[in-house]
C-alpha cells in the first residue's frame, strides 16, 4: 500500500499539501457524496448541509480533505492533484466530472475547515474562518471585514473570547459577499464540539448549527 494510507488525515493541517491528497481512491460512497455536495452548488432550493457519519477509520476526513481539495483555487496544486483522481476515477461524459468542471469556479471556494475541540462551536468556526480569509485573500486587496479577523485572532489567544454567534453569522455573509464565492465549511471531528455542549448546557452550539445550515 502507498505509504498515504498510514497516516491519519488532520484537516487543518493537510488542507494545501498536494502530497496528502495523491492515492485518493473514490469509493462508491464518497462519490455519492460528492455528487451530491457539489450538485447543491450554485442551486439556492438545494440542501446544503450534510453530516457523515461512521466508524473510525472509514475515510471521513480523507473524503472531506479531498472535497476542499477539489474546491481550492484553480493555480493550487492541491486542486490539479485531486482533479487528476477525478479524471482517472471518472469518464470524460460521467455526471461527476461534468459537476467538477461545471459547478467549482476557477477561483474556488472559500474553503474553512476545522476540527472539533471541547469548546463553544463559534471558537472553531472562528479559527476556520480566519484561515479561510487568509487563504482565499492572500495575495488580495483585503476586505473590509478584516479588522475583526484581527481582533478575532488576538481573543482566540486568551482563555476565554467574546465572539458571539451573531457575530460568525454576519462574518460568513460578508466573507461570501466579498469573494463572489460559495464558502464550504468542514467541521472534522464535530462529535468533540457536541459532547462540550452536552456537559455546558451548550444548546446554543447546536442552534448555531441550524442557523448556518
Not at 448541509?49 to 472535497?67: C, D, E, Q, R
Not at 493555480?75 to 455526471?95: C, L
Not at 472559500?110 to 476556520?128: D, F, K, N, V
Request: hydrophobic content about 40%; proline content about 5%; aromatic content about 8%.
Amino acid at each position: 500500500l502507498n505509504r498515504r494510507y498510514y497516516r491519519s488525515v488532520i484537516l487543518v493541517r493537510d488542507v494545501d499539501k498536494p502530497d496528502s491528497v495523491q492515492g485518493y481512491v473514490p469509493t462508491e460512497r464518497s462519490v455519492d457524496a460528492l455528487r451530491r455536495i457539489l450538485g447543491a452548488l450554485g442551486n439556492p432550493k438545494a440542501h446544503r448541509a450534510w453530516t457523515i457519519t461512521g466508524v473510525y477509520g472509514t475515510g471521513k476526513s480523507a473524503f472531506a480533505h479531498y472535497l476542499l481539495s477539489l474546491c481550492a483555487d484553480e493555480k493550487n496544486p492541491v486542486r490539479t492533484e485531486a482533479y487528476e483522481i477525478a479524471q482517472d476515477s471518472f469518464s470524460s461524459e460521467s455526471t461527476e466530472l461534468d459537476v467538477i468542471n461545471t459547478r467549482i469556479p476557477a477561483k474556488g471556494l472559500l474553503r474553512a475547515a476545522t476540527t472539533g475541540q471541547r469548546e463553544p462551536l463559534s471558537w472553531s468556526i472562528a479559527r476556520a474562518l480566519i484561515t479561510a480569509a487568509e487563504r482565499f485573500w492572500h495575495k488580495k486587496k483585503k476586505p473590509d471585514f478584516w479588522p475583526l479577523l484581527t481582533d478575532w485572532e488576538v481573543e482566540l489567544d486568551t482563555r476565554q473570547p467574546k465572539i458571539s454567534h451573531q457575530e460568525v453569522l454576519s462574518l460568513l455573509k460578508a466573507m461570501v459577499s466579498a469573494a463572489q464565492a460559495p464558502l464550504l465549511l468542514v467541521v472534522d471531528e464535530l462529535g468533540k464540539a457536541l459532547e462540550y455542549a452536552a456537559h455546558n448546557q451548550g444548546v446554543q452550539d447546536l442552534y448555531l448549527l441550524q442557523q448556518i445550515a
